[in-house]
């Protein structure tokens, strides 16, 4: 059996995959998105260099590389009518876009922070006033990269600021902080894998972006009820297979800040007590193909 890893560049996530695979007699196959052919009006769909890849049981989502080359993410819409992707495309889409994101998660009823998205400056300096206290986000976007936080700021500085951000983003994200009733710098990532809350983490920081690639500390959590509830709703709206859940503590309880499609297990997994990529490929195995 032969599984794929669609992936531009391989990382831990994608040696690990690889290293199951192998152990449970799986053939594991790269496939760099930069090299894939697609053909239409012929007997063959599409090749990764010189292999027809719609023989695979499926294949792993893992890295496009360039994210405003959309051909690369059409292209796996037209792999994904021969062969299951894990995750969806769909599911990628949605967690993808933290527009999508926040739409599913109001939909669905799912605690999440106060937030406002607009390309009006005007509507974007006013929500920055009534909040106090609210970050600002690229629509797109992973690892806290992007983030600015706008707190204590004059009315002037906010413009600024905020004038930047339309220069480089185009349209206004704007969440409300949440500020943990500890009073510590921290958020949990919860991994969700089907319907079962397999491990989760609190990621700590003396900075309020607790990202582990932005210096967060990962330390064990322990998965309550309110976490497993909403941690599965968010992944089970954005319609993924397995997801990173990010989860803030506020004095309202539990709120999802974002839905990750493709994340990563490398921190997690040095807290955990299980093996986490193991227990997602037998659930991809045993479920999917």
Same mark, same amino acid.
């Given at each position: 059996?032969?599984?794929?890893?669609?992936?531009?560049?391989? @990382? %831990?996530?994608?040696?690990?995959?690889?290293?199951?695979?192998?152990?449970?007699?799986?053939?594991?196959?790269?496939?760099?998105?930069?090299?894939?052919?697609?053909?239409? &009006?012929? @007997?063959?769909?599409?090749?990764?260099?010189?292999?027809?890849?719609?023989?695979?049981?499926?294949?792993?989502?893992?890295?496009?590389? @360039?994210?405003?080359?959309?051909?690369?993410?059409?292209?796996?819409?037209?792999?994904?009518?021969?062969?299951?992707?894990?995750?969806?495309?769909?599911?990628?889409?949605?967690? &993808?876009?933290?527009?999508?994101?926040?739409?599913?998660?109001?939909?669905?009823?799912?605690?999440?922070?106060?937030?406002?998205?607009?390309?009006?400056?005007?509507?974007?300096?006013? %929500?920055?006033?009534?909040?106090?206290?609210?970050?600002?986000?690229?629509?797109?976007?992973?690892? &806290?990269?992007?983030?600015?936080?706008?707190?204590?700021?004059?009315?002037?500085?906010?413009?600024?600021?905020?004038?930047?951000?339309?220069?480089?983003?185009?349209?206004?994200?704007?969440?409300?902080?949440?500020?943990?009733?500890?009073?510590?710098?921290?958020?949990?990532? =919860?991994?969700?894998?089907?319907?079962?809350?397999?491990? =989760?983490?609190?990621?700590?920081?003396?900075?309020?972006?607790?990202?582990?690639?932005?210096?967060?500390?990962?330390?064990?959590?322990?998965?309550? @009820?309110?976490?497993?509830?909403?941690?599965?709703?968010?992944?089970?709206?954005?319609?993924?297979?397995?997801?990173?859940?990010?989860?803030?503590?506020?004095?309202? &309880?539990?709120?999802?800040?974002?839905?990750?499609?493709?994340?990563?297990?490398?921190?997690?997994?040095?807290?955990?007590?299980?093996?986490?990529?193991?227990?997602?490929?037998?659930?991809?195995?045993?479920?999917?193909?």
């Amino acid at each position: 059996m032969k599984i794929g890893i669609i992936s531009e560049e391989k @990382d %831990w996530i994608t040696c690990e995959l690889e290293r199951v695979m192998k152990k449970k007699g799986i053939t594991p196959v790269y496939i760099k998105p930069s090299k894939i052919a697609s053909f239409t &009006g012929m @007997d063959i769909k599409f090749k990764h260099n010189k292999d027809d890849i719609s023989d695979l049981k499926c294949a792993f989502v893992r890295n496009l590389g @360039d994210m405003s080359n959309y051909y690369r993410f059409d292209v796996l819409k037209y792999i994904e009518h021969y062969i299951p992707l894990i995750n969806p495309t769909a599911g990628l889409e949605n967690a &993808g876009n933290k527009y999508r994101t926040s739409i599913l998660m109001n939909i669905n009823n799912i605690p999440h922070p106060k937030t406002v998205i607009t390309e009006d400056i005007d509507k974007a300096l006013m %929500w920055s006033e009534k909040f106090k206290d609210c970050v600002l986000k690229p629509l797109f976007g992973n690892q &806290g990269k992007g983030i600015v936080r706008l707190k204590n700021k004059t009315l002037i500085s906010k413009l600024n600021m905020l004038n930047e951000f339309k220069k480089k983003h185009g349209v206004f994200y704007i969440q409300e902080f949440i500020t943990n009733p500890n009073d510590i710098y921290r958020d949990i990532r =919860a991994f969700v894998i089907g319907d079962e809350v397999v491990s =989760a983490m609190y990621r700590v920081s003396d900075n309020w972006i607790t990202n582990i690639h932005q210096n967060g500390k990962a330390e064990k959590c322990e998965i309550t @009820d309110e976490i497993r509830e909403l941690a599965i709703k968010a992944k089970n709206a954005t319609g993924l297979i397995y997801g990173g859940v990010d989860l803030m503590e506020s004095k309202d &309880g539990l709120k999802v800040i974002e839905v990750n499609g493709a994340p990563s297990w490398e921190a997690l997994s040095r807290i955990s007590e299980m093996d986490i990529t193991e227990k997602l490929i037998d659930y991809v195995i045993n479920n999917l193909i």
